[in-house]
């Protein structure tokens, strides 16, 4: 993902290809598991399968005879001015692009739209109770597949995030796994985005602590466990916090209108 930023085209430009890449594989899951009524989990992996291939795919073939990963120039620390000399928090926010702010300022907006607005009030709803929604005159299958559609873009923009902010290149298998995080992320925050927001902290938190332990002790324990040890502790974390989720009531139930 980002790959319109190596060809030319600006960081903005890459984070746009990479959010429209996301919507239309998105939308081939949407129209699977919606009008279809497919499994979800089917084809969820099936997706994930397909876009990690497509991605390895257009990776050589555009760039066939790269001994080393496409370098770029990512987006640079914004920094805080005098702000930046406030004990701890400021080194800390003055590390971030602009890519990161303008993920903090997307939670708000989510959060906006899911709860103070027609729209967010009509997308729970077609969690809980999408006849409810049908009887309004809306469309239930529109609402699911615009939100899939909205998701699975916002979902390529974080994977540009680790080749455009995070690093400075892109490699085959860069996300490592992140993104299934995501999923147990929603359950633990029980589809809030503001507590989905504080997950994602635990998890980067984690991710931090493993570069940290792997310096101090990466003679004595083998590299593998603190590459791991992230994903485990992130698992156990938001699987004991996420035991009281409140799961939507037609989550991964297809919907047919006049079908009970």
């Known amino acids: 993902m980002g790959r319109g930023g190596w060809l030319g085209a600006s960081l903005w430009g890459?984070?746009?290809?990479?959010?429209?890449?996301?919507?239309?594989?998105?939308?081939?899951?949407?129209?699977?598991?919606?009008?279809?009524?497919?499994?979800?989990h089917v084809s969820g992996l099936a997706v994930t399968l397909?876009?990690?291939?497509?991605?390895?795919?257009?990776?050589?073939?555009v760039l066939p005879n790269l001994a080393a990963p496409p370098r770029i120039e990512p987006?640079?620390?914004?920094?805080?001015?005098?702000?930046?000399?406030?004990?701890?928090?400021?080194?800390?926010?003055g590390q971030q692009t602009a890519l990161t702010w303008a993920a903090?300022?997307?939670?708000?907006?989510?959060?906006?739209?899911?709860n103070r607005t027609a729209l967010g009030l009509a997308l729970?709803?077609?969690?809980?109770?999408?006849?409810?929604v049908d009887?309004?005159?809306?469309?239930?299958?529109?609402?699911?597949?615009g939100a899939v559609v909205a998701g699975s873009a916002l979902m390529a923009v974080g994977g540009a995030f680790l080749t455009m902010s995070a690093f400075d290149a892109f490699f085959i298998g860069m996300v490592n796994g992140r993104?299934?995080?995501?999923?147990?992320?929603?359950?633990?925050?029980?589809?809030r985005p503001g507590k989905a927001l504080l997950g994602a902290l635990l998890f980067g938190?984690?991710?931090?602590?493993?570069?940290?332990?792997?310096?101090?002790?990466?003679?004595?324990?083998?590299?593998?466990?603190?590459l791991m040890a992230p994903y485990v502790l992130s698992i156990v974390a938001l699987t004991l916090a996420a035991r009281g989720a409140d799961y939507p009531r037609a989550l991964l139930k297809p919907w047919f209108k006049g079908r009970r």
């Open 14 to 40: 890459g984070v746009a290809a990479a959010a429209l890449t996301g919507a239309a594989f998105g939308l081939l899951h949407a129209v699977l598991t919606v009008p279809l009524g497919l499994s979800q």
């Open 50 to 61: 397909l876009a990690s291939s497509s991605a390895y795919f257009t990776y050589r073939t």
């Open 75 to 93: 987006f640079r620390p914004l920094g805080l001015g005098p702000l930046a000399d406030i004990p701890f928090l400021g080194p800390v926010l």
């Open 104 to 114: 903090l300022a997307m939670v708000a907006l989510v959060w906006w739209v899911l």
């Open 124 to 132: 729970r709803a077609v969690g809980d109770n999408p006849d409810a």
């Open 135 to 145: 009887a309004q005159g809306l469309s239930v299958h529109g609402l699911r597949i």
């Open 179 to 191: 993104g299934w995080i995501c999923i147990a992320l929603v359950i633990f925050a029980s589809w």
């Open 205 to 226: 938190a984690f991710e931090a602590f493993q570069v940290r332990a792997q310096t101090q002790a990466g003679a004595v324990l083998p590299s593998q466990i603190f």
